[in-house]
T-cell receptor
Framework: SQQGEEDPQALSIQEGENATMNCSYK?????LQWYRQNSGRGLVHLIL?????REKHSGRLRVTLDTSKKSSSLLITASRAADTASYFC????????FGTGTRLKVLA | DADVTQTPRNRITKTGKRIMLECSQT?????MYWYRQDPGLGLRLIYY???????NKGEISDGYSVSRQAQAKFSLSLESAIPNQTALYFC?????????????FGSGTRLTVV
């Protein structure tokens, strides 16, 4: 399966701490994306990283990609209560397969 | 107005009934997708369309059909609803230019089949 698998399934941290979540996959990819979903709502695109890129930044978000290990990580620095959400990686080219997500809870 | 609008937001229907979920977008995107989300299973692709004349099955198309009425409209039908189709359904769009591009999602339709 091309589906990414996020790890951990759930994460609880204090406000101000960094949150790291990982995505592993089994097949070669062209690009990998990360999305955020607030409870029961639509997903929001966060960042896309291409297979020839190793790291990308967007605000407090940092994404890395290691194609040799078939894994990606999403780091959220200085987390806030508003970052509480589920985070999904998605793999594909023109249609994407989503993982099962990491549920992040940031405690104020 | 939202870029991707799904109607209805919530729906309860009985087993065996036909139901249509609608999606319209103002993004001007060519590509449209239907996903369903079940707890613990993430999102699974039902159908996708790259233009008005193009319809493709996803990984879980059985029991569903779609219609791309216009570039901006993509509807999902359950011909005879069954309880295990109870889920959160999402429509998404993406551009077809020199991407890749991320998806823009609608707010979802929560469907309950009783």
């Amino acid at each position: 399966s091309q589906q990414g698998e996020e790890d951990p399934q759930a994460l609880s941290i204090q406000e101000g701490e960094n949150a790291t979540m990982n995505c592993s996959y089994k097949t070669s990819i062209n690009n990998l994306q990360w999305y955020r979903q607030n409870s029961g709502r639509g997903l929001v695109h966060l960042i896309l990283i291409r297979s020839n890129e190793r790291e990308k930044h967007s605000g407090r978000l940092r994404v890395t990609l290691d194609t040799s290990k078939k894994s990606s990580s999403l780091l959220i620095t200085a987390s806030r209560a508003a970052d509480t959400a589920s985070y999904f990686c998605a793999i594909g080219t023109y249609k994407y397969i989503f993982g099962t997500g990491t549920r992040l809870k940031v405690l104020a | 107005d939202a870029d991707v609008t799904q109607t209805p937001r919530n729906r309860i229907t009985k087993t065996g009934k036909r139901i249509m979920l609608e999606c319209s977008q103002t993004k001007g995107h060519d590509r449209m997708y239907w996903y369903r989300q079940d707890p613990g299973l993430g999102l699974r692709l039902i159908y996708y369309s790259f233009d008005v004349k193009d319809i493709n099955k996803g990984e879980i198309s059985d029991g569903y059909s779609v219609s791309r009425q216009a570039q901006a409209k993509f509807s999902l039908s359950l011909e005879s609803a069954i309880p295990n189709q109870t889920a959160l359904y999402f429509c998404a769009t993406s551009d077809s230019g020199t991407g890749p591009y991320g998806y823009t999602f609608g707010s979802g339709t929560r469907l309950t089949v009783v």
